[in-house]
Every structure is written in C-alpha cells, then in structure tokens.
C-alpha cells in the first residue's frame, strides 16, 4: 500500500491564489521525488468545535480558510528522501517558511500508512 502524508493550514482568504500557485509549484517537486498524488483542499464547510475542530488545531483568524491536503507516496522511502532532500535541495529553498503564503508555524502535518482504501480493496 502506499504512504500518505498529510497537512492542515490557515490560508488568509486573500492568498487563495497565492496558495494554489504555491501547491502547483509544491507539487512539481514532490513529484520529482516520486510523489504519486497531491489534493488540496480549501475550505467549504468546516465547523468550530467546542472541543477539538480544525480551525482549533490551527488557531484559524478571522479571514483564514482552513486547508485539508495530502500527498500520496508510493512507499515511506519515497516520503523520508523527499522530506530528507528539502534541506539541501535549491527547488524546496523557494517552499522555506517566508515564501509560503501562510503561516507555517501553524500547520499540523503527519504521515500515515493506509489500513484500507476503498479504491484499491
């Protein structure tokens, strides 16, 4: 099966555009590391919790949309050279924290390994 890594932001409503441009470009790298898909996601319907919630999770600010993405590897090697490689790659210094068009330090992110997808079992 493959590996997925995942992400959640705050993107301003003003950087919608800038954001798209930013994953577009995002992906032509990933893709060079063998990424084999990248959905993102901007937000339509994503509630407030009272407990937990996305908007919660990233400290969403008036004028912020939530973000849901993911890339889709083929293994976790693939995944870890990747992650491994934007240190020192000069494509990945263009995607460093000052140039996204939101603010980092507030996206959640992991990997997971798939136990079923239903396009595949």
Not at 86 to 106: I, L, Y
Request: hydrophobic fraction near 45%; glycine fraction near 4%.
């Amino acid at each position: 099966m493959s590996y997925i890594s995942g992400f959640v932001a705050a993107v301003p409503h003003d950087n919608k555009q800038s954001y798209i441009d930013f994953a577009r470009k995002s992906w032509s790298a990933f893709q060079r590391y063998g990424a084999l898909r990248m959905v993102e996601s901007w937000e339509d319907d994503v509630p407030d919790g009272k407990l937990t919630s996305f908007p919660m999770a990233v400290q969403r600010a008036e004028g912020e949309a939530i973000v849901f993405s993911w890339i889709e590897w083929p293994d976790k090697a693939s995944s870890d050279a990747c992650m491994a490689a934007m240190e020192t790659d000069p494509v990945f210094a263009d995607m460093s924290p000052d140039a996204m068009p939101f603010d980092g330090k507030r996206m959640i992110y992991g990997s997971f390994v798939p136990v079923l997808d239903s396009a595949k079992d």
